[in-house]
Every structure is written in C-alpha cells, then in structure tokens.
C-alpha cells in the first residue's frame, strides 16, 4: 500500500484541507480589513492635516495673503501628504506647497471632485469656512506609490504570518494523522503477523473505541479459530465416514453381483440344455444310423455341422457371462441397443420360461461411451424385479424403449406387473428396501443400480408407476427412466 492510498495520508489531507480553508477564509478577511483600515487611516490623516490647516489658512486667505499662505503650507509636513493645494471658492489654485509660483489657474476637474466628505481616493477636498461662509477649498493629494507601497508591506506581512500558520497545521496535521492511525496500524501489524493457525493477541489496551474494536477482532479470530479446528476434526470425521462408506458400497456392489452371477449361472444352466440335448440327440442318431449301416458321408458333415451351430451358441453365452464376471472397469463406445438385447439375452432362458414377451421400440443409431458390464447389471437388476413381480396366469410384458435427446439418452423400462406398492415407491432406490422374503431379495438391486446409473455414470434414475393401453387393453406397472449423457 503507498503512502498515497493509506489512512494516514487521508486522514492528514482531510485535516490540512479543512484547516487550509479556513486560514484562506481568514486571509481574504484579513486582507480587506487592512485596505479598508489603511484607507480610513488616510481619510483620518487628511481630514485632521485639512481641520487644522483651515483654520490656520482662513484668515491669510481671506485678505489673498500668498507669502503667509504660501509659508504655513510650507511648515506643514506629512510623508504620506504629497501636495496641498489651496483654491479659491471658485476652485481657481491660488497656492500650492510644491510650487513657488502664484499660478492661478481652475484647478482640473474641479467640478468632479466629489463633495467634502467623501474620499477619492488619493485626493481629499475640503472646506475653508469664515464663519459659515465657505471662502476657499484644501485639496490634499496623497502619495500613491508610499500609500500602496504601506499596503503592500502589510499585506505581505500578512501574507508570512499566513503561510507560517499553514507549515503549523501541515506539521499538526501530520501528528495529528499519526495518532489516530498509528493504533489501527499496531492492530492490522497484530493480526497480520499471525498465521492463521495461533490465537492472536493485540498490543492494544486502551479504553477507547480502537480498543473495543481490537479486543472484538481478537476474540472473532480466537473463535473462529476453534471452530475451524473442530470443523477441521469433523471433517476429518467425515472423510473416514465416506471411506468406510466407500468401502461398503464396493461390499455391497460384489455382494449383489454375486447373486447376479448365481442367477445368471442358473440361466446359462437354463440356456445349455437346450443345446446340450440337441447334440446329445445328434450324437445318439449317428450312432443309431452307423448301426443301421445308413451313416452316410453327406449325413456326417450334416450332424457335425448341427453340433457346431450349437457348440458356437454354447460359446457365446459364455462369451457375454466371462464378460459380465469382469469386475475392471473399462470405457467402450457401445451401441445400446447391441447392449440391452446382450443383456436381455443372458436371461434368455427366465425370458422364456416364464413367457415373457420383450417389446424393444430402440434406434439403431445411439451410442454411449462407459461400461458395458454397468449397464448390463442396471438392466438385469430392473429386468430381474418385474420378473419377480410378474402375476402368475396373466399376460407379461416387458418393454424398452431408447432414445437420443439433445445430449442425453433416455432408456425406459416399463412393465405390467402392478407397478410398485407406494409406500414402498419414495424409497426404493434406499438400501435394504424390500418387500421379498430374505431369502428372495436383500434389497440393493435397485439401489445398485442407482449408484452405477448416477455416480459411476454421471445419468439420472427415476421411477413411477403409469396406467397404461396397450393393444386395446389396460395394464399398470412400474417405469424406470434412465437419462444419461452422450
Ligand atoms: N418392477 C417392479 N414391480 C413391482 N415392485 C418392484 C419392481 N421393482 C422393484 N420393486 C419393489 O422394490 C423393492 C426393491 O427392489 P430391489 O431390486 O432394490 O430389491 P429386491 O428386488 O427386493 O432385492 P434384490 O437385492 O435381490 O434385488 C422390491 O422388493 C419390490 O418390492
Ligand atoms: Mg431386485
């Protein structure tokens, strides 16, 4: 901070400037009280030379005496009277003190010169009266340069006294600033000095209001300090709260996938059969045909080809099931609508068993970048509930539809199972919600996929119950939207 922009030199400024204003007040009075004083001195000194002079004048000018009038303005001496002129009552110059000579003549502007009383300024007229009768006039010209050269000198005077005031207030003002500043500076050093971790204590006892203001900020500060520690601890609390949640979570994630891959290992045990009796029965009839002696070469290459088309489906169902179990995660580009038939293949062998007819409405064109298995385990978990919820004799449907909208895509999982009983709807996707039997649910399917949907995927996951047509019929049942970013 410059000296310009601190307290100190604001606070002196402000001093100076109210003072100095004042002092140039007080100067221009002072000022025109001198020249005011000096001319009324001048009348004073013209007005008493003039009363006396007349008197002595007034007789030798009324009998035209030059050489007495002459001699007794010649006595008279004043250095600040240049001349003195006396006139006759028609203002004819019948002597004057600078002169020898009996001139004569009007005096110039004798008809201007104002009435007795009044001063023009370096010229005073006044009466030579005889009794009553004016019989002449006294013209005093004052000396202009001695006059205003006096002036000067006062003024100047003045002037000194002045500026010796202002250089007083300047140094007052400087003193001044530093009193009322110096005690704030010693609080800023105080607090300044500290680091934010130690309790302060400022050099600064008085009673005065800076005193009440430091002991406020010290007490402020100590207070804050503590409770920065505490908040501190706690948030120290709360980080190894987080972990242990964390870690849970992580439990909790392997636990469900655990069961995910029971029932997926159930499915695939569901899915083989099929296959394996197929080539068990392909086997058993070439054996049955070399018996016969009807195996023939084209009917070889015809049954091995069967058991490779059910080798290879054998394969790929393991394929999709190693890469459910890879528990890395890893980024893809997938085509969605690739990843939610995969998904819904793995559980081909529920899909048919319990008769459900799966209704894709899914462009072709959506991709998303993240993790396959995910989505895969988001899908099965939702897929899995209405599975479970599923009313025994009826129709079941399951549909999915997927969209691209600005830079979100919008999946949509809609059943016909009745929907999600409402006292249970506002918590479902809390930990431990279940309505199943322990030994059916453990209730962290949904909040799973909660987690993965929002915290692994950055997306949205919402869920409502919806009244529904359907080819001309009316169904309820559960929707889950999931929105995430593309
Ligand atoms: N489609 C649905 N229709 C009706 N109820 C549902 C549906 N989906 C979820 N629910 C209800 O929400 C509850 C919570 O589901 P969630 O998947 O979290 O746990 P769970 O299925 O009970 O157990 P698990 O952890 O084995 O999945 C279920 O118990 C069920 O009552
Ligand atoms: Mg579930």
Redesign the pocket.
Known sequence: MSFFQSLRFKVFALIVLFFSMFLLLKFFYSYNKIQDESNRYLKSVNSSTASILSKQLVSDLYELNFTEVKFILSTFSNELIKNIIVLTEDGYIFSEKKSNKLIFKKFKNFEELEDVEKINKYLYKYPILLDTDIIGYLVIENSKELFEKELKKSISDLGFVFIAIFIIIVIISYLFSRIIVNPINKIIESISNKSDESIIEIDYKKNDELGYLARIIESNHNKILILNNDLKDKIENVTKMNNTIQKQQKTMIQQ?KM?AIGEMIGNIAHQWRQPLSAISTISTGMELEKEMGVLSKESISRHSKKINENVQFLSRTLDVFQGFMKTKKRKEHINLKKIVKDSINIMKGVVSEYNIKVIYDIDDEIYIDGDSNELTQCIV?IF???K??YILGKEKLFFISAKQADKKVIIEFK?N?????ED?LPK?FEPY????HQSQ???????ITYTLIVDSMGGELTVRNSVYEFEESTYIG?VFKISIPC
Do not use: E, M, P, R
């Open positions: 469900s069961v978990n899995n509930n209405s479970d919820a059943d199972a009745g929907g999600i009983s249970i479902v919600t279940t309505t199943k649910g453990t209730g962290l399917g949904l909040y559960a």
